[in-house]
């Protein structure tokens, strides 16, 4: 079955330290993947998105996200955390002929001070 | 542009009673989908809809319906309300069928008792 994995549920940072949170798909066809934010009590908020132009894709916030095809990869990253990053993030995938997205459990962000 | 609307933000309802929840997409934007989110299941696809037709439905019982208007609003209505249907539902809007991005709306938070 298509699947997303996203490695570890929670993270916690050093405000300042790098952000690196991961995720995995699950096929051999490159599918479209996207990153996104959820703020408590808010709905979800595009971070990026990767739709097979440049395998390094620049996000909103100073996120950023890199494809590995050879490792079914979709990790984010960001130099330097910062406070109003605690929240929790989503790695979604289209897969090739399907409409819908498949979400990943989700990783929430905690930055300590 | 505004974004994608949800209305009522926060609803309390008792088993066996019906629901009715309205998304209002981006202006422009003709496709909507519907997405559950709880604490143990996650993010689920519930179903989508352009141009008034029902393209994909993610794998919910029969009380779970939608349908959309000819000005791109859409509706979801959730019959016979079990505990279990007390979650936070998501609508995304999309610039058509294609490999558009989904916005989403803040939510609907669906309490049943």
Same mark, same amino acid.
């Given at each position: 079955?298509?699947?997303?994995?996203?490695?570890?549920?929670?993270?916690?940072?050093?405000?300042?330290?790098?952000?690196?949170?991961?995720?995995?798909?699950?096929?051999?066809?490159?599918?479209?993947?996207?990153?996104?934010?959820?703020?408590?009590?808010?709905?979800?908020?595009?971070?990026?998105?990767?739709?097979?132009?440049?395998?390094?894709?620049? !996000?909103?916030? !100073?996120?950023?996200?890199?494809?590995?095809?050879?490792?079914?990869?979709?990790?984010?990253?960001?130099?330097?955390?910062?406070?109003?990053?605690?929240?929790?993030?989503?790695?979604?995938?289209?897969?090739?002929?399907?409409?819908?997205?498949?979400?990943?459990?989700?990783?929430?962000?905690?930055?300590?001070? | 542009?505004? !974004?994608?609307?949800?209305?009522?933000?926060?609803?309390?309802?008792?088993?066996?009673?019906?629901?009715?929840?309205?998304?209002?997409?981006?202006?422009?934007?003709?496709?909507?989908?519907?997405?559950?989110?709880?604490?143990?299941?996650?993010?689920?696809?519930?179903?989508?809809?352009?141009?008034?037709?029902?393209?994909?439905?993610?794998?919910?019982?029969?009380?779970?319906?939608?349908?959309?208007?000819?000005?791109?609003?859409?509706?979801?209505?959730?019959?016979?309300?079990?505990?279990?249907?007390?979650?936070?539902?998501?609508?995304?809007?999309?610039?058509?069928?294609?490999?558009?991005?989904?916005?989403?709306?803040?939510?609907?938070?669906?309490?049943?008792?």
């Amino acid at each position: 079955a298509q699947s997303v994995t996203q490695l570890g549920s929670h993270v916690s940072v050093s405000e300042g330290a790098l952000v690196l949170l991961r995720c995995n798909y699950s096929s051999s066809v490159p599918p479209y993947l996207f990153w996104y934010v959820q703020y408590p009590n808010q709905g979800l908020q595009l971070l990026l998105k990767y739709t097979s132009a440049a395998t390094l894709v620049k !996000g909103i916030n !100073g996120f950023e996200a890199e494809f590995k095809k050879s490792e079914t990869s979709f990790h984010l990253t960001k130099p330097s955390a910062h406070m109003s990053d605690a929240a929790e993030y989503f790695c979604a995938v289209r897969y090739t002929g399907r409409r819908a997205l498949t979400f990943g459990s989700g990783t929430r962000l905690q930055v300590q001070p | 542009k505004a !974004g994608v609307t949800q209305t009522p933000r926060y609803l309390i309802k008792t088993r066996g009673q019906q629901v009715t929840l309205s998304c209002s997409p981006i202006s422009g934007h003709r496709s909507v989908s519907w997405y559950q989110q709880t604490p143990g299941q996650g993010l689920q696809f519930l179903f989508e809809y352009f141009s008034e037709t029902q393209r994909n439905k993610g794998n919910f019982p029969g009380r779970f319906s939608g349908r959309q208007f000819s000005n791109s609003r859409s509706e979801m209505n959730v019959s016979t309300l079990e505990l279990g249907d007390s979650a936070l539902y998501l609508c995304a809007s999309s610039l058509d069928e294609g490999v558009s991005e989904q916005y989403f709306g803040p939510g609907t938070r669906l309490t049943v008792t």
